[in-house]
Structure formats: C-alpha cells, structure tokens
C-alpha cells in the first residue's frame, strides 16, 4: 500500500481493523481533520473524522474499540486527478465539507484537496485586475444581452470562473474593469462576499483600451498587479506565475502559451535566388500572448499613454541645471515628485538655470553638484532613486562648439556612468533625452546625424515647451541593461 503514498497521505490512512485511538492518532498527525480507511490493497473504503469518532465514543465505544470499519463513512465524496480547483471547490460548497481525496481508478489514494489551501492558505497582498469592459463584437448576436465574460461554459460564467480561481490562489482583492453591460457584472458579483473576496469596479465611460484601466485604480498597489483578460478559461498557476515575477525583479511578466500553425503547403527555403530546401506541410512551434500579464507597482502606477502617478516617486534628473531640466524638475516638483537634480558644478558655483524656479521648488530640492563623469559620484547620487531623467550631461551647448573633445567626453562618459548606476542601484526607470536636441528643434536648427548622435534616448518624445511645467512625454518603458562585448552597457525594452 505504501508505494501509492507519499509521506503527508500515508500518515492519514488506518486499516478497517484498527482503534478509534489510532483513527485519532491519524487525524491529528496529518492535520488534515479526517483519516482514510483503506484495505488491504491500498484502496479507500471509508473516511473517519473527528466526528464521526466522538459519536462512537459517545455511543459506548472505547479507545481501544476495532471498530474503525464500523465507524467510517463509506458514502464520501471524492475526486480523480481531472478535476479543476473550481470544480472541487463547488463540490465543497455543496456538500459543505472541507476535505476531497483524489483517487484514481484503482481507487488508491493519491492526492487531497484541503478547502483552506484551495482557498489560498495565507492570503496574497497581490491585488487583480480583470478586463471585464469589452464588446465581444465577434460573438454577436450572443452578447448583445450578455456582456462576453459572463458567457456560460459548462454551467458557470466565465468571469466567475477566473474570480474563483484567484480566490483559491489568494488573492482577495478584485477589481473588474467594466464598459458594455456593466449592470449585469455587477449585479452578479455584487462586493465579492459570496466569492470570499473584495470586488471593486473601475467604471469606463468610454472604452479605454487594454492599459487603459489602470488609470482608474483607486492607488498604487504595493505589490505586484496580477492582469487578466476577462473572457479567458484557464488553470494557470497564479501562485508560480507571481514568484516568478517577484524572484526575477522583473518590471513586467508576460503569460504566454504555445500555439502550433500547420501551413497545408509546401514551403520554399530560398537564398539568393536559389532553392535550399523544400519543408513540405510544416507546422510551426511559436509561443503567443495569454492574455495574464504581471506589472511591478511601479508599472502599474502609469495610466493611459503611459503617463506615470509621481506623487511621492523619488527622481534623479541629470543635467537639471541647464533649460530643460530647470523645467523638467519644476514640474515634477509641482506633481508631487521628490527631486534629486544632479547639477554640474561650475567654477562661479551657480545653478545656472536652476537658480530661476520659483522658491518654494528650489526650497524641495535635494541638490547634489558634482563632476558628472565622475562615477562614484553619479552611483551615490543614484541610491534610493526610482526614476533617472538622464539629459546628457551636457555642460552648455556653447562649450559644445568651443571644446568639442569634452564635449564628447563628458556626454559619454557620463551617460555610461548613468546607466552603470542605474543597473547597480536597480532603477525602475530610466529616461535618456538628448538636451541638446530639445533644444535645437525648439530654436528651429537643423541637426545633422553626427551632431545629434552624441547622446541617443530610449523612446524620442517632446520636452516641456519654455515658460511650462509640463512633464515631457519622453518617458521610456522599464528596461533591463544588456551588456555588449566592449563592456558597455545599453538601455534595453522589457
């Protein structure tokens, strides 16, 4: 009977013939709150619960009674391997019982579903959001009355379906964004009791789009936002899927799937011009996007267009003495953001156009002058820092055209500097924007491949026009540094 056990079921089985003592011993080492009784063969024939032995003692019987056999329930519940966690947890509700076995054929116990753990024993900090507000034109005429996530598959709403099973990874905060039909999400869900979870709805006006509900979230989740289509029927390992998320540090995860095209052709390898290969009627392997994303808080604090929440974001900006970052550093202290500007310190000591925002932003700035190209420097000053708006260590553009070699030399080695301290300080973001060219499309100049070539940012976009504090929309996505063969390091997408 053994080799059908691992070590948690076998210290829950007892045989027909034993004690009411050793059906209780069973129950309280296997902290299941039942024992399994099994015969000979290793096949379950009854259960046995704390009940079910109080009864028999009350009964007359003694610790010492064989009278396991005559005890048990052999009218239990159970389940084979094919069963899903909602099917299971159903079952549970109904019959209101708190323990499944998994049997297989053979009726041998090999598996044990326990209500707290498909409920998640020990709930997650995770919050989820379900994109519940589409049309699903596609499905017509079926949901012009039905909103697509509420179609019934196999007796059960779809949307209800991933409520479920996020509950029984536990997660217990829900958010459900809802457009078309939203009255009738809502009033089967209602707050989310009756799922065991708290459901709270982002109300689109208008269609926002796939990330476009994430503007509508009340505040910034504290840790890492679970993202979910809602019309998708699936098992994935919500629990695996977040600590993998969580292990890599990652700025975003991506569920994806793989998804075989069969091409009914034979398909024609060809090199310049000339036939390599013949691969008739193949199917090609791909992996394609599952619809469940994870965004780290810091991802998840952006709303529609990628327009990041900066209350209280602590931020490096580089360069914030020369126009532009003047600018840019108001403005993100007028939105809440804590400033670091990195300024180059010159031989008068001035801020240069720093000294021009208004006093009560100079007043909230964390200053910090120093050599740009100086590495320990820039690492020290990056500590701490969730955001970098690197604007090319530019000293002034005149100094550009009266000593070109430093020019060059301070944008590069500072820029390398700035990423270095990025990738050691674990950033969440970084912005490179070229000062220089902000500049000159402003003045109208013409700029020449080589001239504009000295700096090079992430995602190109348009700075804060003079006399606005306006953020730029020049922010980059989240990256990881990838490293080259000369040992640089470069700014890559995620």
Avoid at 7 to 33: H, M, Q, S, Y
Wanted: charged residues 25%; proline residues 4%.
């Amino acid at each position: 009977m053994e080799e059908f056990l691992n070590e948690r079921l076998a210290k829950v089985v007892v045989r027909p013939d034993g004690t009411l003592f050793e059906g209780l011993r069973a129950i309280n080492e296997g902290r299941c709150g039942i024992a399994f009784v099994c015969d000979a063969a290793g096949r379950v024939v009854g259960t046995v619960a704390d009940g079910d032995i109080r009864r028999a003692l009350l009964a007359g019987k003694t610790l010492d009674s064989h009278c396991l056999k005559s005890t048990m329930r052999s009218d239990f519940v159970a389940v084979d391997e094919s069963a899903s966690r909602v099917e299971v947890l159903d079952l549970m509700r109904a019959r209101e019982i708190a323990q499944v076995p998994v049997l297989d054929a053979e009726r041998h116990l090999i598996g044990l579903h326990l209500m707290l753990e498909l409920i998640g024993n020990g709930e997650r900090r995770n919050w989820a959001l379900i994109l519940a507000g589409g049309k699903g034109t596609r499905l017509r005429p079926l949901t012009e009355t039905t909103p697509k996530p509420m179609v019934t598959v196999a007796g059960r709403p779809i949307l209800e379906r991933l409520v479920l099973h996020l509950v029984g990874w536990g997660v217990r905060r829900i958010f459900l964004s809802v457009n078309h039909l939203a009255n009738v999400i809502e009033s089967h869900f209602g707050d989310g009791a009756r799922f065991g979870c708290r459901i709270e709805y982002l109300r689109e006006d208008v269609p926002l789009g796939t990330g476009g509900p994430l503007s509508l979230l009340p505040d910034t989740p504290g840790e890492p936002l679970l993202v979910m289509n809602g019309d998708l029927v699936t098992q994935a390992s919500v629990g695996r899927l977040l600590d993998f998320h969580a292990c890599g540090r990652y700025c975003a995860t991506v569920g994806v799937r793989p998804y075989a095209v069969d091409i009914p052709f034979g398909v024609a390898e060809v090199h310049d011009g000339g036939l390599e290969h013949l691969r008739e009627k193949p199917t090609i392997q791909m992996l394609v996007n599952a619809g469940i994303y994870v965004l780290g808080p810091e991802r998840a604090a952006e709303g529609e267009g990628g327009c990041m929440k900066w209350s209280e974001r602590r931020v490096l900006v580089t360069g914030a003495d020369g126009f532009i970052g003047s600018h840019l550093t108001e403005a993100l202290v007028k939105a809440g953001a804590v400033v670091r500007p990195l300024c180059f310190y010159n031989s008068q000591g001035s801020l240069g156009w720093l000294d021009t925002v208004a006093p009560d932003v100079r007043g909230a700035l964390d200053v910090r002058l120093g050599d740009i190209r100086d590495a320990r420097f820039v690492e020290e000053s990056c500590r701490d820092i969730e955001v970098v708006f690197h604007l090319a260590a530019l000293i002034s553009i005149p100094h550009s055209y009266q000593a070109p070699e430093s020019f060059v030399d301070t944008n590069i080695r500072g820029t390398l500097n700035v990423l270095e301290a990025v990738r050691r300080a674990r950033c969440a973001r970084l912005v490179q924007r070229s000062a220089q060219t902000s500049s000159a499309r402003r003045s109208g100049a013409r700029m020449t491949s080589r001239s504009s070539s000295c700096a090079r940012s992430t995602r190109s976009g348009r700075g804060s026009p003079p006399g606005r504090s306006s953020l730029p929309s020049c922010c980059s996505s989240s990256g990881r540094l990838h490293r080259s063969s000369s040992g640089t390091w470069s700014h890559g997408e995620t």
